[in-house]
């Protein structure tokens, strides 16, 4: 079955940065985009950018562009997202998701708290 | 960017029929998509495309809808169906989520 196994929770300090990681399984890695989405209480759900897999081309929300970096290393399934220049409005659960025809499938979301 | 505008709440009683609204600022075609969120819990997909429903999903759950203006619709609620229910549109870019309908069993 299909599985989205995000890392582990991050506490982290404004200005730096944090890489998350979700690793794919039960399914060809290469043959879905996937998705990377930010979850706060105070603006919801915010979709973040998509990387092609098999490509590693990718779209970027414009509000993002400069924060988010996707990536993917296709021997191992998984797909990363890093975050820079944190700031505590970084704060919050964000998700990987495949696509298709909707987000499909959702990883468990990690948690990234931005604090000093 | 395109707005999606829900409702912030419903209460409803086991065994009665609930639609959830969600208005688009713009046509997005039927390139609509319903999720549930339980807290604490993931989103999942319940209907793609509008009205699709998603496999696994209980057929109490169905979507109607195209251009600005959609529906989710579930007959009959049970007590199981307490949560935030999301519209997504996947039309225009950037994709983006409505602000969420928290439906309470009582």
């Known amino acids: 079955q299909v599985q989205l196994q995000q890392s582990g929770a991050e506490l982290v300090k404004p200005g730096t940065s944090v890489k998350l990681s979700c690793k794919a399984s039960g399914y060809t890695f290469t043959s879905n985009h996937m998705n990377w989405i930010k979850q706060t209480t105070g603006q919801g759900l915010e979709w973040i950018g998509i990387?092609?897999?098999?490509?590693?081309?990718?779209s970027y929300n414009v509000k993002f562009k400069g924060k988010a970096t996707l990536t993917v290393d296709k021997s191992s399934s998984t797909a990363f997202m890093q975050l820079s220049s944190l700031t505590p409005e970084d704060s919050a659960v964000y998700y990987c998701?495949?696509?298709?025809?909707?987000?499909?499938?959702w990883g468990q979301g990690t948690l990234v708290t931005v604090s000093s | 960017d395109t707005v999606l505008t829900q409702s912030p709440a419903l209460a409803v009683s086991p065994g009665e029929r609930v639609t959830i609204s969600c208005r688009a600022s713009?046509?997005?075609?039927?390139?609509m998509h319903w999720y549930q969120q339980k807290p604490g819990q993931q989103p999942t997909l319940l209907i793609y495309l509008a009205s699709n429903l998603e496999s696994g999903v209980p057929a109490r759950f169905s979507g109607s809808g195209s251009g600005t203006d959609f529906t989710l619709t579930i007959d009959p609620v049970e007590a199981d169906d307490t949560a935030t229910y999301y519209c997504?549109?996947?039309?225009?870019?950037?994709?983006?989520f409505g602000s969420g309908t928290k439906l309470e069993i009582k």
């Open positions: 998701a495949r696509w298709h025809e909707g987000f499909a499938y």
């Open positions: 713009e046509s997005v075609s039927t390139l």
């Open positions: 990387i092609n897999p098999g490509s590693g081309g990718t």
């Open positions: 997504q549109q996947s039309w225009n870019d950037p994709f983006t």
